[in-house]
């Protein structure tokens, strides 16, 4: 068990890491090629939080690890909301002015509603509902149009406050920023460290939920989703922090839709991915409330202030204890297995016998 927790716990520090440096070197590079920074922030910034999800997914996906990578993305867009919001709302009120954010919201609610519906298109995953491979790739797609949206928008909204907060200033790069070949090392190294990362993560999660005797999804839409949250809890508290609430709700919008469209587009094309049974379905509604929820709260009264804070980690609690109790309570039809003891059928009676 300590091994496994100790491969999670590096896998985790790994992502994180890799995550930052692909962030910092993707930035320095955007800006070289005369990339807006609205453009940056909503596309590179964003993706960057949802690579940890990206890299665990895809290497969980090559294994046939299914559920933990479909309860990675849906456990992380629940936690985004629940557990981010909540906390960067509890911090200081999260007012909602910029444009760019209410224009989004909407992108927001449609890919996830879509998302959700997708799981009952034939044919399915071997007749079951999930996402398989065309799926995946009609997600990819969308990344595209998505990616145009943005860069059109990008162009008019300059002046947008989430256009100048998106991103670092330029001299805050550090080494990376005096150098174009630290750029792409930067850029490369993140990327490696993002895959050992997510092998090491998926091993160790695996690994405890063959210990604990608990589903792969339970650990996915727990421990992994909240692990992998992290960048995004550390950008939006700062944010807040800062006075900078658009950056933080713009954030969560962003990276909620790259782990759809992106992460489990990718995931759905390496490998299909059907709706867990235990769990699975609880996960995908919990999902969609927090997403339906943020618009009123957002939208309605342009802000997200203590009490809804509140709320939303209380629900977030609930979500995972409902997760907790649809994963291991499964009744079942079997006997239970008696040491030392042996069950045979003769002419319709049951005989047990005693052995040592």
Known sequence: ???????????????????????????????????????????????????????LNVVAATNGETGLAFGNVVGS?????????????????LLVSSRIIRLELPWLMVVTVLFV???????????????????????????????????????????DALATDAVPPEDDGGLISRSPWLCWIALVLGLGMLVAGGKAAEIGAIGIAQMLQV??????????????????????????????????????????????????GITSIVHPVAVPASGGWWALGAMLVFTLLLWPMALTRRSIGRPEGCLLLVLYAVTIGGAVW??????TNEPPAVEGRTESGSDGQIVVVDHP
Request: with cysteine; glycine share 12%; proline share 5%.
């Open 215 to 264: 589903d792969e999804v339970l650990i996915g839409l727990t421990i992994v989703a909240i692990a992998t949250t992290l960048p995004e809890i550390a950008t939006c508290v700062i944010a807040a922090r800062k006075g900078q609430p658009d950056l933080a709700v713009g954030t969560v919008v962003g990276s909620n839709l790259f782990n759809i469209v992106l992460v489990m």
């Open 117 to 159: 519906l997708q799981t009952w298109l034939p044919p399915g995953v071997d007749g079951a509902p999930g996402y398989n491979r065309l799926d995946g790739i009609v997600l990819v797609l969308a990344v595209v149009t998505i990616a145009f949206h943005w860069y059109r928008i990008g162009r008019r909204e300059q002046g």
């Open 326 to 331: 649809t994963a291991t309570d499964r009744p």
């Open 1 to 55: 068990m300590f091994m496994m927790l100790l491969l999670l716990a590096a896998g985790i520090v790994l992502l994180l890491l890799g995550g930052q440096l692909l962030v910092d070197g993707a930035v320095v590079i955007a800006r070289r090629l005369g990339v807006s920074t609205l453009v940056i922030g909503l596309t590179i910034v964003a993706f960057g939080t949802s690579a940890p999800e990206l890299a």
């Open 77 to 93: 867009n629940a936690a985004n909301i629940g557990l981010v919001i909540g906390l960067s709302a509890l911090i200081a009120p």
